[in-house]
């Protein structure tokens, strides 16, 4: 029952009517005893200063950062992780002790979840789609798993050079491809993995039956590949779904939703036992829904 010493936590973004979050972050407090409430906050980048300087004044316990924010919000906050700084991304906020906000990034450990050890990936071969904020932490993720070989095929030359530059680690190295170039079609022939950080495929957003690059690119895809759909909207995709029919093993991004948002939970309630369990079933049933 919410009354006058209910806390809140939030999610800012824009647009974000659609977040799973609030029916998943509720469910986890209320099976926590916090008298706590978690709200889906929409917030145009103009406003980011003023939002957080008045959430923060507010008491406000912790945020979650979504698109289009996750970089703009780097240079608003008063201390960042190792890991934030790294992709210069934060999807966590967490109040300082003081008036400010600091910023981390839970992302990484929620897409490695669903993947087990890095020793069923050690020496595998890993192709990612896309060079957008979602694929620097899929990539530092990567990059702690002893992979031969990381490739990262985008459609945008600059960006496409700037992310390797940003993320590029001597003893875990990557290389990039443009989604245009017949190599494209080499690389995926020999993936043991394929991640999709792109947002082809997703309802709301242009044609749900598409699949990144296209379809004509895929029949070379190698028989053992695991393939990572972010995208939990459809469920599955029309990607997961091709995959599936052939037999491949297939992840969506729900569970690194539930994982990073387990995270974020823990930072700010400082509880390490939150019941991922009850988060993963009320974002399945509000996503059901």
Request: net charge negative; aromatic share 4%.
């Amino acid at each position: 029952m919410i009354n006058g010493s209910t806390g809140l936590v939030g999610l800012l973004g824009n647009p974000v009517q659609h977040s799973l979050s609030p029916a998943m972050q509720n469910a986890a407090l209320q099976a926590l005893g916090l008298n706590w409430r978690y709200l889906a906050l929409p917030c145009e980048e103009n406003a980011l200063p003023q939002v957080m300087e008045g959430l923060r004044a507010v008491g406000c316990h912790g945020l979650n950062v979504t698109i289009p924010h996750k970089q703009a919000v780097t240079s608003l906050c008063s201390q960042l992780s190792t890991a934030a700084r790294r992709l210069q991304a934060v999807n966590t906020l967490i109040p300082d002790g003081e008036n400010g906000w600091c910023g981390t990034n839970t992302d990484v450990e929620g897409f490695l979840a669903p993947l087990g050890g890095s020793e069923r990936w050690r020496d595998q071969r890993a192709v990612v789609l896309g060079c957008g904020g979602s694929a620097r932490a899929v990539v530092a993720g990567l990059q702690t798993l002893g992979l031969a070989s990381i490739q990262v095929i985008g459609r945008r030359p600059k960006a496409l050079l700037n992310f390797i530059a940003d993320l590029q680690l001597e003893d875990a190295p990557l290389s990039s491809c443009l989604e245009t170039d017949p190599a494209a079609a080499d690389l995926l022939a020999t993936a043991d993995l394929v991640v999709n950080t792109t947002p082809v495929g997703m309802a709301l957003h242009g044609d749900a039956s598409a699949m990144p690059l296209g379809s004509d690119l895929w029949d070379r895809l190698a028989k053992q590949a695991t393939l990572y759909d972010l995208i939990y909207t459809p469920r599955p995709t029309a990607w997961l779904r091709w995959g599936q029919g052939r037999g491949h093993r297939c992840i969506d991004g729900l569970e690194m939703l539930v994982q990073q948002g387990a995270a974020s939970l823990r930072l700010w309630s400082g509880f390490n036992d939150v019941p991922v369990d009850t988060m993963r079933h009320a974002a399945e049933t509000a996503l059901s829904h």
